[in-house]
């Protein structure tokens, strides 16, 4: 899924061969980004759905980000975005990635061949980046959005760290989540004690973490267990998302 202002570029995923269980079908998280001086420069909403397409057990990971007010005047975003993944085996098995910015359209698709080992990334507008690349070792990606929700199943205590592998556009990344402390953190649904995980790139880094980067992530320690709150930090400026809105998931009715 493509960086902008309005999305952080890189978070936690879970390992391999483990059930994708985070988001529910019906499930959906909004969140007001503030960006810089901007308290309310965008919105992102994301949201699951399930999908027993052909008898299989998919979830749907949708992501609509879009900025607004001021902001919106002066960078017009929009994007939308949809992950498939394989509920069973919390394998990713698709992203495609649809919208625009102001200097051009967005439309990608990144798709994975377990059996080959192989990864496939088309990028319809700037057909130069398409590319093929090998899945590393480590355990399966997940994309970024699904792995920001799959963070809450998590059961790190401050001191803790975590391997991972994660996929952004058309690269994986070898991250190291660090369970940093406990913060009380205030959003627009309330106040909430939170446990902030931080990843690191600590080999060969790259990307926002080569370039001196910072990304926090903070997790409500209630039932939820909902990622209430995540920050970027850039050299042109800070992006923050609060949770400003929620629906669980629907109810499932027993046979």
Sequence with gaps: MKFSPFLLICLPVLAAAAPFTAIGDGEKLTYKVGFAIFSHAGDITIAGKSDATEGKDLARVTVD??????VRGLYEFDSQAEAVIDRPTGRLLTVHETGADPKR???????IDYVKRLATYTDRVRTGRSAELPLPEGGDPLDLISALVQ??????KPGEKRDVVVQFARDFY?????????????TPMGRYKTLLLVPRMEKDPKGLFKRGGEIKVWIAQDDTRLPVKMQLKLRFGSATLLLSDYKEADKVTAK
Excluded: C, Q
């Excluded at 980000?65 to 001021?70: A, F, I, L, N």
């Excluded at 359209?105 to 798709?111: L, T, V």
């Design 151 to 156: 963070t809450r199943e998590w059961n790190l």
């Design 174 to 186: 070898a991250i190291s989540i660090h369970a940093e402390g406990y913060e009380e953190v205030r």
């Design 65 to 70: 980000t879009r900025s607004r007010g001021m």
């Design 105 to 111: 359209p967005i439309d990608n698709d990144f798709k």
